[in-house]
């Protein structure tokens, strides 16, 4: 088996990046687009000896003609055209300026400035994208030129990171890298592409381990590249409250100081917090905040004896177990119940550009049904008077009662158990709509089989969602396939969440993180398998939208681009790695 191999490239803090980068660019969040498609070659000739190239997730057509390359040098500049563009422009400058040591400055195309053949066009501008998705974009690259184009700014920036995929992996060095033997070289290509589904999303559990700003926004940058576009950040649980809420400020004074196994606390300050935000929405990553409640909210409970049934704080929790912890339905703790709930999602709102705000739901197994359904209204009813839209795990469809477009995160298996698809439908028959985070093959925090016994290997990782999970697994799965009776526009669209239990710093989040993230991102973004694969319970097929042969080549490349951002992810058997 292959071992969990560590690179050599060297690190950069994530905040010079983001200090680099220009920052105020809006977040656009779109719908997805049903485009009939078929797939076309994904894999190009190898490129500078590395690998070979493709894009991950796979686009809708990519066709790499045999035809002279395009090649990034230093009198290149990036010529921006149409709103937004010049931002967007400029977040691509800020990676490949520092590893190429080119100037490419960013020009105002509308200022007459044409297109060279040694520049970068990047286009916004009506009836771009194919259909006009609003994430929908072109790439056309050759020898006269590479110009990228969309309706939208965020569809221009998913064109850049199919632009970053397809250049040099040493595009990515944070230090000024040696360059490629054949140059900065992109093949001729011609790529046009959409998104299947509109949320296509990365959960980091900040609560049971803390993780400092830099490694999220180095997470960000990363999921960014597989043009997933919602970060959900499970702020608070037993272990630990993880951010700032001035109201009640012993939230994050006394509850945030613990973490599984005792390895120190922390919290994101609201400055922390909008920083990671606005380094999120330069990357059009929208930022979804999850407090979790009623239950998992042991921190809470320790921080205010007010709100405890008996009106005594619980002792700290550093220990692995789940559904012990509950708010109190009793009307004795109804002021202080309803104030709290009032003043966290209020506070937590105006901290959040996005739309969405996650209230959690999960796992109450303290709290009788009768006042977890009362709890229920009473949270929805503090998040709903904040205008967002909200998002709770699918035992939250127990409630009738729920408010209007509330979304339901679906965590049973992929054959779903118990009682769990009738709670998820319930979001759809009350007017909102699914997220998808199969357990079984979506949870990153499931062990990989055959884990080396390596420093960090071995206690990585939980198994009780039918793990280990292969990255075969986490590409195998159809989301329209789960939940009988929910249609495809039913289905926002698909998460991969990490449970941080057994993972405590960054090089561990990357390790269980990548590859298998990949494989979800392409689930969420590329065209869905045709109907008879479907109708033969086969979404992986021999030449189609998800061809397995051709996810592995195209990972290879992609492998090869973690290697120079020094992601430390664990080199799976069956895909051919590059050294
Ligand atoms: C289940 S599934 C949880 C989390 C745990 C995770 C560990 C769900 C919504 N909650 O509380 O961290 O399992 O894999």
New binding site residues.
């Given amino acids: 088996m292959p071992r969990r191999t560590r690179n050599a490239a060297r690190r950069a803090p994530g905040a010079s990046r983001a200090a680099l980068v220009a920052r105020g660019v809006a977040i656009s969040l779109v719908t997805g687009l049903a485009l009939a498609a078929t797939l076309t070659a994904c894999t190009a000739p190898a490129k500078n000896g590395e690998a070979m190239t493709g894009i991950v997730p796979a686009p809708i057509s990519a066709d790499y003609p045999d035809r002279a390359p395009f090649t990034l040098e230093q009198n290149s500049r990036l010529v921006a055209k149409g709103e937004g563009a010049a931002a967007v422009a400029e977040t691509f400058g800020a990676l490949a300026r520092v590893s190429t040591g080119f100037g490419l400055p960013v020009v105002d195309g509308a200022d007459g400035a044409d297109a060279a053949a040694s520049d970068i066009a990047f286009v916004v501008a009506a009836g771009e994208a194919p259909d006009g998705a609003a994430e929908g974009y072109t790439l056309e690259s050759g020898s006269d030129g590479v110009r990228l184009a969309a309706d939208t700014p965020a569809g221009l920036f998913r064109a850049s990171q199919s632009l970053r995929q397809l250049l040099p992996a040493a595009i990515e060095r944070t230090d000024a890298a040696k360059p490629p033997a054949d140059g900065w070289t992109l093949p001729a290509a011609s790529v046009a592409d959409a998104p299947r589904f509109a949320y296509r999303g990365s959960m980091l ?1 900040v609560a ?1 381990h803390f993780f400092p700003v830099e490694d999220v926004l180095d997470h960000i940058d990363r999921i960014a590249l597989l043009k997933l576009n919602v970060l959900h950040l499970h702020l608070t ?1 037993d272990q630990g409250w993880r951010i700032q809420i001035d109201s009640w400020p012993e939230l994050t004074a006394a509850g945030a100081t613990t973490s599984v196994g005792g390895d120190g606390g922390g919290f994101y300050t609201k400055d922390d917090y909008r920083r990671i935000v606005e380094y999120a929405a330069e990357r059009f990553v929208t930022v979804v905040p999850e407090v979790d409640l009623p239950g ?1 909210t042991n921190a809470a409970l320790h921080a205010y004896p007010e709100l405890n049934c008996d009106g005594v704080a619980p002792k700290p929790y550093e220990g692995m177990e ?1 559904g012990f912890s509950s708010l109190c339905a009793s009307p004795e703790r109804a002021e202080a119940t309803d104030r709290f709930l009032a003043d966290v999602t209020r506070e937590l709102a105006e901290m959040t550009p996005g739309p969405w705000l996650h209230v959690g739901g ?2 109450s197994l303290a709290t009788p049904q009768a006042d977890y359904l009362d709890l229920v209204r009473r949270i929805t009813a503090a998040g709903a008077a904040t205008g967002k839209t909200l998002i709770g ?1 699918h035992e939250m469809g127990a409630s009738r009662e729920l408010p209007a477009g509330t979304v339901g995160q679906y ?1 049973s298996y992929v054959e779903p158990q118990e009682d769990a698809a009738e709670l998820t439908t319930s979001f759809v028959e009350q007017g909102g709509s699914v997220i998808l985070s199969p ?1 079984d093959v979506a ?1 990153l ?1 499931m062990k990989y089989p055959d884990d080396p016994d390596g420093p960090l290997g071995s206690k990585l990782g ?1 198994t ?2 039918d793990g280990p999970t292969t990255l075969e697994e986490a590409y195998g799965w159809e989301p329209t396939a789960i939940v009988p009776g929910l249609a495809e526009a039913d289905i926002l669209g698909v998460e991969a969440p990490l ?1 941080t ?1 057994t993972i405590a710093a960054a090089p561990d989040l990357e390790y269980m993180v990548f590859p298998r993230i990949a494989a979800i991102a392409e689930i969420a973004w590329s065209p869905a398998p045709s109907a008879s694969a479907l109708a033969e319970g086969r979404p992986v097929t021999d030449g189609g939208a998800r061809d397995l042969d051709s996810f592995h080549g195209r990972l290879a490349s992609l492998g090869a681009h973690l290697d120079a951002l020094g992601v430390s992810y664990r080199k799976v058997g069956g895909v051919p790695w590059v050294d």
């Fill in positions: 559990d049971r649980d998992h789940v999960d796992e795990w965590w357990a949870y925090d939980l009780w969602a449970w239990e």
